[in-house]
């Protein structure tokens, strides 16, 4: 079974490197593939199970795939009645929650922001009528960034929009009829409010309401940043330890009871209803957590570790780990896109691996340090592939926060919950305990978080050195007689020293990264990098700087940044750069803005003629001239990059007062190859005269999908057509890059195409 589930799983992950679903003739394979495991000779059966796999994720979305949004409702006002399906994010500047309405005959999932919402926003299983504008699932797509739509797939949204200031908006009475996942979800926004009451103004607040039922939204950011530099943010995802924690009291509560009842002792074995107790306990809890994925996953687990009990049969650890991967992957082979799936399946696999055939060790918490320590080697691989991180404080700050996390935080976290319907004044106490065991454990999280060797961070692996790093990790878990296991260590050494490709000397690879309505560009020569602006800030938690370049950097192998220019003050190009300056280390900085704005001693002024020589390729600054005072766009930094006899022009936001001074000033000069679209290709910019001047081959526009300035304007894409120019842009290409040589240019590789899925928009 073990390796029929393998080659099953095997198969799901290969369907999704699929850029497209393929015809229902494939589905076709899925009887011939049953029959083949039920009759074929056994070393032929992972052969069929593998066959199965992959046909088995598009039968998935055919049947069960959620309605794709039609195009032709994109950016229209829709007047639509339908259930808030989750509960509301609130901000002071929105209201953020899941819709479900009915459209077409057709059942749909939004996902809503509702901008300066009056003082009672909407509640999880209300109805309600709302005016929105909507746009089919859209996100950036950048080497080494977050798949988007991806996650937005994961959750069913068909569409994501905005709610329009109307006086038509409003709650509907409601005259449903029983619905239980409608009483469901206002059962816990019902809770949320509760805790919400209770733990006003409580010291960690959002964590407790995160252990209590999931909802996580309310951490803080420092919050996030110490669990995440010490490996503990696990603790906070209602998943396996959680609901195993459920399951196995009521489990020995339940066992407990019928071992001492006469009447159950003459019916029923004490683990049979103890069994029973656990699995309808952890299903409680997990609709009450929101029944996410990682809650779905846990919950089958218990069921089948549950129900190997009630047969009374001696299963082996890693044959209950096989059959409760291989019923996730049959309801639902989508899971392995969620790092959660292979974060906690890996762990669970290496504990079980380590532990298989070992000499008990007397002491608990020498048990206890070699799993933290066991998981820390074995998950390696996996963390420098997904987060390019390692949390170093990870098996020491687990050492303690695994144990007083099961045993203090989340029981008395939950039995605080579960008394609200009784007491609130013993709720609030029990509150009060959580908060201070939280407190207690709080300090020594916190100081190892600080500690300068807490986190290793490394470049995104290149692909094929993941294999030697996981053979490493496999021959460090072997048992101690394993002969010379140490030299495994050398295995790790492509992982850490082995990078992607750098240009070679005279060339320049050119990145425009997608930011979204903004701007930011990677230039690269064989030993330096530089990033020109750094697109826009979104609010507190969504920071393109750091949530879009910085995973850019780091993809590309590069460990500093040389240069940073931010060519103006305007939003969508410097709102990031504050973030790269506090979390990656930048050598120099060149503003257009004021200096004093960026977080480093480094930053001067751009000027004409500045300019320097990297590996071959030239740089200079053509704009603003040093007596230039006015501000806005036209002081923009104008940068002029050289490879051999190629010119790019990075122009920034300049509009048409200053394209016609560099007319005026450079003349032929600003012939140029490549040319990024002066401010995003608006019709205040693009003159008529500077084009025909630069006269480039290529122009490259940074603009964001369906954005409200309609960026590039059709006057613009008129004159570059006119004239033979070839244009991309990165709302339909997302990032896009080209390798500038002495002997020309490349051809354009546009990411969205080049990481396309099945998910993706067209």
Partial sequence: MRTGTLAFMIGIVAAQQS??????????????????????????????????????????????????????????????????????IVSIRSTRFYFNTNLNQKDYQFKLSWYETMNQPPQAGERWRLLVKLKRPHGSMNPGGFDYERSLYRKGISATGYVRRNDINQRLDDKMVFNLSDHIIRLRQSLSNSLHELLKDKPHQGIIEALAMGERHRMTNPEWEVLTRTGTIHLVAISGLHVGLIAGFSFLLIRLFASRCQFMMHTLPAQVPAAVAAIIAALIYALLAGFTIPTQRAFLMVCVVMLSLIQRRTVRASNIIALSLLVILIFDPMSVLDVGFWLSFTAVAIIVFAATGRIKTPSAFISLSKVQLVIAIGMLPLMLMFFQRVSLAAPLANLVAVPWFSFVTVPVTLLATISMGVSTSLASGLFEVATWSLELLWVLLEWLSMQPWAVFDTPAPVMWTLIPATIAALFLLMPRGMPARWLALLLFLPVLLVTKSSPKIGELNLTLIDVGQGLSLLLQTQHHSLVFDAGPRYSSSFDAGKNIVIPVLKSQGIRELDTLVVSHGDNDHSGGANAILKNFPVNNVYSGASAKRWRSDKAVTCRAGQSWHWDGVDFKFLHPQAEQTSGGNNRSCVLQVRVGTYTILLPADIERTAELQLVAQYGEKLKSHILIAPHHGSKTSSSQAFIDQVSPDMVLIANGYRNRYRFPHDTVTSRYQSQGISWLETQYSGAISVLITPNGLSEPIGWREKLRRYWHSQ
Wanted: proline share 7%.
């Fill in 19 to 88: 850029s497209q679903t393929p015809s229902t003739a494939w589905l076709l394979l899925i009887p011939i593939a049953l029959l083949g495991l039920y009759f074929a000779k056994s070393w032929l059966k992972p052969f069929f199970a593998l066959i199965l796999g992959f046909n088995w994720v598009f039968a998935s979305v055919f049947l069960f795939q959620h309605n794709i949004f039609p195009g032709e409702f994109e950016g229209k006002e829709l007047l639509l009645e339908g259930t808030v399906t989750s509960i509301p």
